[in-house]
């Protein structure tokens, strides 16, 4: 690990940028081999390659981590679903846009994850839970709701709506990452036509 002690404060900074980076990526990983509950903060020191006190300077515990990772991927996600939402219409658009920007977000999001991993290690089919992926689910869940309230599917209890389609929705993901190839525009068209029909029939079951 780089002596920091003594260094010019910009190279200090370029230096605390670049390890807390390598945690965050780190983590990011460990968390989608094995999932967020069994990882240690140990698993992601001996990830990273620094020390344990290295570790302790940028992050208090592996919540700390998994909270930063969280906002990161919601603050990438976020200006995709935004502009899906501006696009759309109908429900049925928004319905179509906001799933098919999810699962692109998820197959770019295991690329990377797989990019990353050393030549020759065998990768897991499928990426497990992470934090990033939980913010996300949150944006496309109250995005739901909101669309849902503005008169989208009137009729239908809109948090019932949302769960509903974040079930959905996160089964079927799990199920295109494992496929190869991964078919973002296949996942997407089977899951537009379950929540669109089931949303036609509640919303008539309600009149």
Known sequence: MPDTAFAPA????????QNRQAILD????????????????????????LAAGTFYNYFRSKEEVASALSRDGARRFSPVLKAQRER????????????????GFLASEHD??????????????????????????EEVRRSIIDEAERGGARGVDA???AAACIGLAREVGHKMLARRPIDPAAATDFAVALILRGTAGLAEAAR
Not at 10 to 17: L, M, N
Not at 88 to 103: C, D, H, K, N, P
């Open 10 to 17: 910009g190279k200090r900074e370029i230096t605390k940028a």
């Open 26 to 49: 780190a983590a990011r990983e460990v968390f989608g081999e094995v999932g967020f509950e069994a990882v240690t903060v140990r698993d992601i020191i001996r990830r990273t390659g």
């Open 88 to 103: 759309a219409r109908t429900w049925e658009e928004f319905v179509r846009g906001a799933l098919s920007a999810y699962y």
């Open 112 to 137: 990377n994850w797989m990019a990353r991993r050393p030549v020759g290690e065998a990768g897991l089919t499928v990426m497990g839970e992470t934090p990033e992926m939980s913010a996300v689910f």
């Open 159 to 161: 948090d019932y709506l």
